[in-house]
């Protein structure tokens, strides 16, 4: 390994690996912003659906999160053309990474709801409060704040996820990193430079959720 | 003549199989303090909650001031009413729980203005008002700010029946509000209950706290097996009940 050598090819591949790097946060930011509001509705389902709406995300979660990531990804790329709907890869790639993030996050979403004890929702009730308002006021707020840590998981999730596109052709990260090694054939230094991209990502969105979390605790 | 503060008539309540609550008829008037007594399993829970609506019953009826609760009969169907009217009808009673059932994510006062605020539309500044005058009516004034992780049991709840009261209801309902309580904490939450008694609140409450039902109650209702056995002033039936059931309840509840 030559430092210096890698120093310059470094310099020289900026563009391609800060497009990489672009694309990697692109797509992770909209897999978790469509996926956790596609997950909210997932979660409220779960928890107060009527039955067969239930029953029906339930299926659709079991299903989801029983299937490997990278089946998600060639199933929307290469499956959903069959039948007509013609994506590209990145469309394809984020729409996997972002049904894989709701089904996580209706999840997360069911188990903090379900986690507040009973006696709140009909303290609620007892004031006067519809459930709209005690779901506004009591209920969402705790669930957030009890929501938070196992969301912040899967935020980092999809951020190491998303290296699965390059499978069919986004050029993120990843795939960015590989065709540098294939010119350079520094692929120790290359990939490693790219697992310290990857760990600096997950790494600020691991503090930024524990300041949010310190942020909002509850006094006690 | 005037509507009987609350008046239930013939009431049924039924969890599955089991009936419950298995004809019930009871009034009480404006300002009457109402203690509920009987063993475990009678139904003195399960009555509170139908007056509140926690719980949905399929015979008989609830009134409130002459409304009814919680159901409409029209032709012979008898409906749930539209979970608004519900809601707003809950509001005519008031709750205190045995588990406290405070917002944890609210400080005491927040947990106070919310119904103000949200059922009452009272301006956040006439809601915080009202709620610091009820949390200094109870002891707690200097804890409004306290979220109630820091508050021990007694405190919280003292501030769940200020949260209650400060609604306004016409009706106080107390759950065994002091069965989760350390002993040493009992005195301070029965001594809120009292002075609100003395001021002439209407309440109905289930206690285990036999000497206290003697003392502020005006009547005492005697639950057995889902129907009330016995029932008439403390002073009259404690020391002479009519029914064996009741003397038998009586002797094996402790007096201190
Ligand atoms: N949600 C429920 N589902 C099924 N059965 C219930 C439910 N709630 C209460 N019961 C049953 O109804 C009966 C009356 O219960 P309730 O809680 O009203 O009694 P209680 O007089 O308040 O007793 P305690 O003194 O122990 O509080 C009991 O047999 C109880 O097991
Ligand atoms: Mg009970």
Redesign the interface.
């Known amino acids: 390994m030559d430092p210096i050598r890698f120093g310059e090819m470094l310099w020289l591949a900026r563009m391609p690996i800060l497009k990489g790097l672009g694309m990697t946060v692109s797509i992770s930011a909209l897999a978790i912003i469509l996926g956790t509001l596609l997950g909210i509705f997932v979660g409220l389902s779960l928890t107060y659906g009527a039955r067969p709406l239930r029953w029906l995300v339930r299926g659709y979660t079991d299903f989801i999160r029983g299937t490997p990531v990278l089946v998600l990804v060639l199933a929307s790329y290469y499956v959903l053309s069959t039948v007509g709907l013609d994506l590209t890869a990145f469309q394809a790639g984020v729409l996997a990474l972002t049904v894989f993030c709701s089904s996580h996050v209706g999840e997360i979403l069911r188990g903090a709801l379900q986690s507040i004890?009973k006696?709140?929702i009909?303290?609620?009730?007892?004031?006067?409060?519809?459930?709209r308002?005690t779901f506004a006021?009591?209920l969402g707020?705790?669930a957030l704040?009890q929501a938070l840590p196992a969301w912040v998981n899967t935020a980092a999730e999809m951020v190491k996820a998303s290296t699965l596109l390059s499978i069919i052709g986004v050029s993120e990260l990843l795939l960015r990193t590989q065709e540098l090694i294939s010119r350079t054939f520094m692929s120790l230094e290359f990939y490693f430079f790219a697992g310290l991209l990857y760990f600096t990502i997950n790494y600020a969105i691991e503090h930024l959720g524990r300041y949010v979390e310190r942020k909002t605790a509850?006094?006690? | 003549m005037p509507d009987h503060l609350l008046e239930i008539e013939d009431l049924h309540k039924s969890f599955g199989e089991t009936e419950v609550l298995k004809g019930v008829d009871f009034t009480m008037d404006k300002g009457d303090v109402v203690s509920v007594i009987g063993s475990s399993g009678s139904g003195k829970t399960t009555l509170l909650r139908c007056i509140n609506m926690l719980e949905e019953f399929e015979g008989g009826t609830i009134r409130i001031e002459g409304e009814v609760i919680g159901y409409t009969t029209a032709g012979g169907h008898r409906r749930r009413k539209p979970e608004k009217e519900i809601a707003r009808q809950r509001a005519l009673t008031g709750m205190a729980f045995q588990q406290f059932n405070l917002f944890p994510h609210m400080s005491a006062i927040d947990n106070v203005t919310l119904g103000l605020i949200k059922v009452k539309k009272l301006p956040k500044e006439e809601a915080r008002a009202v709620a610091m005058r009820w949390l200094d009516r109870v002891g707690l004034g200097e804890r409004a700010g306290h979220y109630p992780g820091q508050l021990s049991g007694g405190q919280q709840q003292r501030v769940a029946i200020a949260r209650a009261i400060a609604m306004n209801p016409h009706l106080m309902l107390f759950d065994e509000v002091t069965s989760a309580l350390d002993p040493e904490l009992v005195n301070e939450v029965l001594q809120v209950i009292r002075s609100l008694a003395e001021d002439g609140m209407s309440m109905l409450l289930v206690t285990h706290e036999m000497r206290f039902a003697h003392e502020v109650s005006d009547i005492v209702v005697f639950m057995n097996d889902g129907v009330i056995a016995e029932m008439g002033n403390p002073r009259e039936i404690f020391p002479n009940p009519s029914t064996r059931r009741l003397a038998e309840f009586l002797k094996t509840s402790s007096f201190n």
Do not use: D, H, M, N
Not at chain 1, 122 to 131: C, H, S, V, Y
């Open positions: 004890p006696g709140q009909e303290a609620a009730k007892a004031i006067g409060l519809t459930f308002e006021y009591i707020p705790q704040r509850v006094p006690s």
